[in-house]
């Protein structure tokens, strides 16, 4: 089986390899010359555990190359960003529709297209099938359409791609089997058939959940802090209801799933979607809030200097799509005379180089990524800072006696 794999991104590219390790020859197609050359020369552009070995053994079994322009095969996957619409919340479809346009000329009767991107309802069947059949073949018989959204977790995308179930939404009967075909090559968790149309909104609403349920946390922090009442304390306790299960708050939702998809719904029936549309307010002013108890930690001690800890959207990764940490330090950048420091292992953006460096003669560690790293932070390095101040949004860091001062959000109610 020979597949082509548009967009070379945090799914295209594992899924490409992933294929490759179970004997597809596999041809990865991006429009980032640099991005090419340096998949062929056996490097990888994003972090990704375990995803550099599997580069090298595809290249090396000569089942993997990168192209910039696509090739023939028998299935074609589509994997291209689909960001908000500029200015507005709906789905920019411009990259799903250059990439389907480009392989047209490609296809063949018995290929399988399948879309992997993220999009809105019905677009597999009222947008990507007439762009083939306007090319005389009927999808269903000649050319066999399938959405098939990823469910995986940065940081572990190789395990969950294998293990996690799996959508197959085809247009037709026969598309969703061909679909269960490709996947079931490594896939051990169940192939779930169903509409393409179902495929589409499940995705959007899985990722919409957990939005929900996010807001809903961050809601209550804000209660507590204006009754003054440990809000992670009020979640620890309703959780032990065996019915309940409450997400943990934050600085705010990044990434480019939850904090984009209940858009791509709510465009489609702005009406209908009320709750959707207030949750995301919800956690796009968190951000907010978050400054606003930091600007009176810094006015209560006179302090001059904050460090900002993590800049990726969450633990581990280097993503920093929507991060609500780059909002937060560019807002304080911006309003404030403080000088802001970045400290993220993972992100070559950041201003310090080390933790250390980072914190020395500071006021304010300020945690707004949850990685490993901040867990334990050691009390010589702590040492050194100005006014030893936590404050920890994602209530990751495990000791904090060495700190003079240590808030999160749930008892950062102090600061009304």
């Not at 945090?10 to 429009?31: C, E, N, Q, R």
């Not at 010359?33 to 555990?49: A, H, K, M, Q, Y």
């Not at 507590?224 to 299960?245: F, Q, T, W, Y």
């Not at 904090?259 to 207030?278: G, H, N, S, T, W």
């Amino acid at each position: 089986m020979k597949i082509t794999t548009i967009g070379l991104g945090y799914i295209g590219l594992p899924t490409s390899l992933m294929f490759a390790k179970h004997g597809a020859d596999v041809v990865g197609v991006d429009i980032s010359e640099r991005t090419v050359d340096f998949l062929n020369s056996g490097n990888v552009p994003i972090e990704e555990p375990g995803l550099e070995a599997y580069l090298n053994k595809a290249l090396s079994a000569h089942k993997f190359k990168a192209s910039l322009t696509p090739e023939a095969g028998d299935v074609f996957i589509i994997a291209v960003p689909t960001p908000n619409v500029a200015g507005e919340f709906g789905c920019d479809l411009t990259y799903v529709k250059k990439a389907v346009n480009g392989i047209l000329p490609l296809l063949e009767k018995g290929n399988i297209v399948i879309i992997e991107s993220t999009i809105s309802p019905r677009t597999t069947e009222d947008v990507i099938k007439p762009l083939i059949e306007k090319e005389g073949f009927q999808v269903g018989e000649d050319i066999f359409l399938v959405h098939c959204p990823e469910r995986v977790l940065p940081g572990n995308i190789l395990y969950e791609l294998v293990y996690n179930n799996r959508i197959i939404g085809g247009v037709t009967g026969k598309c969703t089997a061909k679909g269960k075909e490709v996947y079931g090559t490594f896939v051990k968790g169940e192939l779930l058939g169903t509409a393409a149309s179902v495929a589409e909104l499940s995705k959007l609403m899985e990722n919409t959940y957990r939005d929900v349920n996010i807001a809903l946390a961050n809601e209550l922090v804000q209660i507590g802090a204006r009754l003054d009442i440990d809000a992670l304390s009020v979640i620890e306790m309703a959780n032990k209801h065996p019915r309940v299960n409450i997400h943990q708050p934050g600085p705010g939702v990044g990434g480019h799933c939850l904090a984009v998809d209940p858009y791509f719904i709510a465009a489609e029936v702005p009406e209908e979607a009320k709750l959707i549309l207030r949750a995301r307010q919800i956690n796009r002013q968190m951000p907010d809030f978050v400054i606003q108890k930091v600007l009176a930690i810094m006015a209560e001690n006179q302090g001059e200097t904050i460090t900002i800890l993590g800049l990726a959207y969450k633990g581990n990764v280097d993503d920093t799509r929507e991060s609500p940490a780059i909002q937060i330090a560019d807002k304080l950048k911006a309003l404030t005379n403080y000088q802001i420091r970045t400290f993220d292992p993972f992100v070559a953006s950041s201003s310090a180089n080390s933790l250390e460096s980072a914190l020395d003669e500071s006021d304010l560690a300020l945690v707004l990524t949850d990685h490993d790293v901040f867990e334990k932070i050691p009390q010589k390095i702590i040492a050194r800072m100005r006014t030893s101040i936590l404050f920890d949004t994602k209530n990751c860091v495990k000791e904090t006696d060495a700190f003079n001062k240590s808030y999160n959000l749930g008892n950062i109610s102090i600061f009304k």
